[in-house]
């Protein structure tokens, strides 16, 4: 039973949707819905807060519209994913992650301000 809900909360949280089940499960929530759930969700708006059921959000009317989709699938086929656009995401350079001193210098992440730069980090 526990291995199932950690398993199932990985597959939430890594950010991939299966073909199967997709975005337009009618029961189970995917991880298209977790993540819709925190980038759409605002205050006094709740969207997909069900872990595993869709009948929650069914029941609460918690559910993202279906005509504002963004899941994968339905993405693909506005022409919002394409091999062409996907090459011109610019992906950060995370190799800083690997350095010992980011994770053990104090100055790496003061968390003062969104404008926290690292400049100290990047060299």
Same mark, same amino acid.
């Given at each position: 039973?526990?291995?199932?809900?950690?398993?199932?909360?990985?597959?939430?949280?890594?950010?991939?949707?299966?073909?199967?089940?997709?975005?337009? !499960?009618?029961?189970?929530? +995917?991880?298209?819905?977790?993540?819709?759930?925190?980038?759409?969700?605002?205050?006094? $708006?709740?969207? !997909?807060?069900?872990?595993?059921?869709?009948?929650?959000?069914?029941?609460?009317?918690?559910?993202?519209?279906?005509? $504002?989709?963004?899941?994968?699938?339905?993405? +693909?086929?506005?022409?919002?994913? +394409?091999?062409?656009?996907? $090459?011109?995401?610019?992906?950060?350079?995370?190799?800083?992650?690997?350095?010992?001193?980011?994770?053990?210098?104090?100055?790496?992440?003061?968390?003062?301000?969104?404008?926290? +730069?690292?400049?100290?980090?990047?060299?």
């Amino acid at each position: 039973y526990g291995v199932f809900f950690y398993v199932y909360g990985v597959y939430l949280h890594w950010g991939y949707e299966l073909d199967y089940p997709d975005a337009h !499960h009618p029961i189970i929530n +995917t991880a298209f819905q977790h993540y819709c759930h925190h980038a759409k969700a605002i205050l006094n $708006k709740p969207y !997909h807060c069900g872990f595993f059921f869709k009948i929650w959000d069914q029941l609460s009317g918690g559910l993202y519209p279906n005509d $504002k989709c963004f899941c994968v699938k339905c993405a +693909t086929k506005k022409g919002l994913r +394409t091999p062409e656009l996907y $090459k011109k995401v610019k992906v950060p350079d995370y190799t800083c992650l690997l350095k010992l001193s980011f994770w053990t210098d104090r100055r790496t992440l003061t968390g003062a301000t969104a404008k926290d +730069t690292n400049l100290e980090v990047q060299t």
